[in-house]
């Protein structure tokens, strides 16, 4: 979890860094900025509101932790807070050298240094990098005389951060803790944030530990499952409630105690393993066989375990258990599917 309340912005520069392949320019500053405490406070709330996820990731490289630039020019101001404006203008260089897609937005690149940065109870020194890309238009009310003018401005929304990153200086030899957000990670052209320019991996831990395991019961049971297995909708959304009543029941995850209890079937398990095995190496990390259950992870996950039938665009039917009171038929003379449910009383 993160605190920000007793964080202080010891240096911020910005640089203008553009987009390479469109032969647009970088431009440094020579000084890092000078700012009142209202402006101070404002860029804070802007740096820092956005970070609410408890996902973290490691720097790295896939040969030696030391060859990643983002790794080596803020290890380097962590060192040597001297180096900052030096390090800034390595920063810009790389993620100029990384704006290479046609639809990558030129913009401001703020690179700070943050000190009493509280995560997880611990107060700690931070590097953070930023980037501004998309203007709006603002219109300005003042008085004039009897009435009122009306300009427009177009400037930057404070609410609204597109990039950022935190680097923390601890776990420096597993390439520091990070926090990350890409507001525009939604098209291709935006993945160079996270991939190629800071080339962060998920962070080994309990968070990312539950929501890797949740990933794989979902695909497991809506992919693998109904290939192998002649298996109905309502007993895949019946497998999927039983994960997520294990998760939620138990404060520490165990991968043969969820075979035996959630899988349970001798074949169903050996197929569960199979895929598992599958899915490890197409996603680059491990199902941990033994680890805590992260609450948040579990409750932030949980919505897309969600055991929903979709039929046609009409009717949506949620399964929360008990799938043997759904039966699935044909109707021949109307020449459609139907499902029947079974149940005490309607509330």
């Given at each position: ?13 910005l640089?203008?860094v ?29 740096f ?10 490691n ?19 962590f ?9 800034s ?115 080994q ?14 695909a ?22 039983k ?7 138990k404060?520490?995850?165990d ?8 899988i ?11 895929y ?10 491990e ?14 996950n ?8 979709k039929?046609?665009?009409n ?32 509330s």
């Open positions: 979890m993160l605190v920000t309340s007793e964080v202080k912005l010891e240096h911020i520069i640089h203008k553009g987009n390479k392949s469109r032969d647009e320019s970088i431009q440094f500053s020579k000084k890092p900025l000078d700012l009142d405490s209202t402006v101070k406070d404002l860029l804070q709330r802007y820092l509101s956005p970070f609410k996820s408890e996902a973290y990731y720097l790295y490289h896939e040969s030696d932790i030391n060859l990643n630039e983002v790794y080596n020019f803020v290890a380097r101001i060192d040597n807070p001297e180096a900052f404006l030096e390090q203008e390595n920063l810009a260089r790389h993620l100029y050298e990384q704006s290479t897609h046609p639809n990558v937005k030129g913009g401001e690149f703020y690179v700070t240094y943050l000190h009493d940065l509280v995560l997880d109870g611990e107060a700690l020194e931070a590097v953070g990098l930023f980037k501004s890309e998309n203007r709006e238009t603002y219109l300005k009310i003042y008085p004039s005389g009897d009435t009122f003018d009306i300009d427009s401005e177009d400037g930057v929304n404070i609410n609204k951060l597109d990039k950022g990153c935190l680097i923390f200086n601890t776990d420096r030899e597993h390439g520091f803790v990070v926090l990350t957000v890409d507001n525009l990670n939604k098209r291709e052209e935006a993945v160079y944030w996270k991939d190629d320019f800071l080339k962060v991996q998920s962070r831990d309990a968070y990312h530990h539950t929501q890797n395991v949740m990933s794989l019961c979902k497991f049971v809506e992919k693998r499952l109904p290939e192998e297995f002649e298996v109905s909708r309502g007993e895949q959304a019946d497998l999927l409630n994960s997520v009543k294990f998760l939620k029941e404060e520490v995850f991968l043969q105690e969820f075979q035996n209890e959630v349970a079937q001798p074949d169903l398990i050996q197929s569960f393993q199979s598992k095995t599958e899915f490890e190496t197409d996603r680059g990390f199902i941990k066989p033994e680890f805590d259950i992260h609450e948040n992870a579990f409750k932030k949980t919505r897309f375990l969600k055991s929903v039938i039929l046609d665009k009717f949506h039917v949620y399964v929360h258990g008990n799938s043997e009171n759904m039966q699935k038929g044909y109707d021949e003379e109307r020449g459609l599917h139907f499902y029947q449910l079974f149940f005490k009383q309607e």
